[in-house]
């Protein structure tokens, strides 16, 4: 009975392996594109501060002001800090985010090492929570620590909750978020360039709706969910944000008599 387990095991390892490459190719294609979707925070995140931050800054330049030359200053000048900013910003915490994940998958690593018996009933638990009988847990358990790489691979997805690679370096997050904030900042921006201030400021309020929508639309389609719902979403959120920031902007300097 043992034996003729043992076989049917031995048979199903080697057709795993035969057919592996191919099979789990289509799985690891799956892991990257959600992980690329995962960039939809910065894309979000970036292009909505890069079109409030700016329509805040130009539009209270263009009512305090008049002046097309400080409007566009003041908004070009914006814009680049703050992309720079964000970039930064995501950059440093993405980074400080992963390194701290690190030294607890580093720590989890060097406590399997120095005692194996205690991790290896951890694992058994693990896998008890999970549904399996004590038998079953404690075997699965066994057969897997027989396998150094996954044996760890799942010890810090299951114990820790993390991922065993994450990278603590996070440009393609900090570029994300850095372009996004540049993009989304042209469009508050762009009509002062070519439109008396005046006729700028409203045009520029329907050009960030419009962006608004956009990025709305964007994040629907990326995350599968209804467009109509996704923009709305944005629109009130950053319609709030933009008519909150308006009204401090306007009572708070009259409250000290500006
Ligand atoms: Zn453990």
Do not use: C, W
């Not at 998958?105 to 929570?129: A, C, F, T, V, Y």
């Not at 006729?199 to 599968?224: K, Q």
Request: aromatic residues 6%; negative net charge; proline residues 3%.
């Amino acid at each position: 009975m043992a034996d003729s387990t043992r076989e049917v095991a031995r048979e199903s390892q080697q057709v795993d392996v035969q057919g592996a490459d191919e099979r789990h190719a289509g799985l690891f294609a799956e892991k990257g594109r959600i992980e690329r979707l995962g960039r939809i925070r910065q894309l979000v995140f970036g292009s909505l501060d890069g079109l409030l931050v700016p329509l805040g800054v130009v539009s209270g330049v263009a009512g305090g002001t008049g002046n097309t030359k400080a409007v566009i200053a003041a908004g070009v000048a914006e814009a680049f800090a703050g992309a720079l900013s964000m970039g930064a910003g995501e950059f440093i915490s993405g980074r400080s985010e992963a390194q701290v994940q690190r030294t607890e998958i580093d720590k989890e690593l060097e406590e399997m090492r120095q005692e194996p018996e205690h991790e290896l009933r951890e694992m058994g638990l693990l896998l008890e929570r999970e549904g399996l009988s004590v038998e079953d847990a404690r075997a699965v358990a066994v057969t897997l620590s027989r396998y150094p790489e996954a044996y760890h691979k799942t010890m810090v997805e299951k114990e820790l909750g993390l991922r065993p690679d994450v990278s603590t370096v996070r440009v393609p997050e900090a570029l994300t978020m850095g372009v996004s904030y540049i993009i989304g900042s042209i469009f508050p921006l762009i009509a002062y360039f070519f439109l008396p201030v005046a006729v700028a400021l409203p045009v520029s309020l329907a050009l960030t709706v419009v962006a608004l929508i956009a990025v709305g639309v964007i994040r629907g389609t990326l995350a599968r969910i209804n467009l109509v719902v996704s923009a709305l979403e944005i629109v009130l959120v950053g319609g709030a944000s933009a008519a909150g920031g308006y009204l401090l902007g306007v009572v708070i300097p009259r409250l000290f008599g500006y």
